[in-house]
Structure formats: C-alpha cells, structure tokens
Nanobody, 121 residues
Framework: QVQLVESGGALVQPGGSLRLSCAAS????????MSWYRQAPGKQRELVAT??????NYADSVKGRFTISRGNAKNTVFLQMNSLKPEDTAVYYC????????????????WGQGTQVTVSS
C-alpha cells in the first residue's frame, strides 16, 4: 500500500504565502515525477506543477508565483505559493509516479486526501 499525505493548507489573505508539503510512504521501491494538482468548487482538477529529476513545469496561472521542490528524501515534495490570489482557492492534491517493486511498472494513480487552501480577505 502507498499513502500520500498533504499538509500546510490554510486560510490566507490575498498576497500572502503558504508552503504545502506532501510525504509518500508505504511499499515504495522508486518514485519518479511528483505533481501538485488542485480542484476548485465546481471545476475539474487541474495540474499545477510537476517535478521530475531537476526539471519543473508549471501551469501558466501560477508561473512566477509557485515553486515546486523535492526534499532530501525523494518521497517528499513541496509547493511554495507566493502572491496568492483568490482564484488560487482550491483543494490541493499531491500525485506521484510510484513503483512498488523492482518488477512493477510506475503508476500515477496514487493520490493524497488533499489540503484546503483558501485565499480571502
């Protein structure tokens, strides 16, 4: 079994900052790319940022404001969010490409439970 646990969500004023964390645990042989997604009420889940090795990619809406990074332990990923806007309000989810054994393929259907970010004055 694999678990992804997000933390760090909160209520913050516009222009503020938050740092989200995600830790993967369980039967993990290897972890590839890790990503942050978000889902606002009434909207589809959207990709926010991805990190694979040293490469990062961001949604246009967060470029220059959000930074994704990995911890020293490969099973952790962070999302530093600056200059937050009300439209950043959403539940943020962590996703990982995870391999559970030497012969298993990487799977990308591991998700955390989400952490709520609310940007409001």
């Amino acid at each position: 079994q694999v678990q992804l646990v997000e933390s760090g969500g909160a209520l913050v004023q516009p222009g503020g900052s938050l740092r989200l964390s995600c830790a993967a645990s369980g039967t993990i042989f290897d972890i590839g790319a890790m990503s942050w997604y978000r889902q606002a009420p009434g909207k589809q889940r959207e990709l926010v940022a991805t990190i694979a090795a040293t490469n990062t990619n961001y949604a246009d809406s967060v470029k220059g404001r959000f930074t994704i990074s990995r911890g020293n332990a490969k099973n952790t990923v962070f999302l530093q969010m600056n200059s937050l806007k009300p439209e950043d309000t959403a539940v943020y989810y962590c996703n990982g490409m995870i391999k559970t054994s030497p012969i298993a393929r990487f799977r990308d259907d591991y998700w955390g439970q989400g952490t709520q970010v609310t940007v409001s004055s």
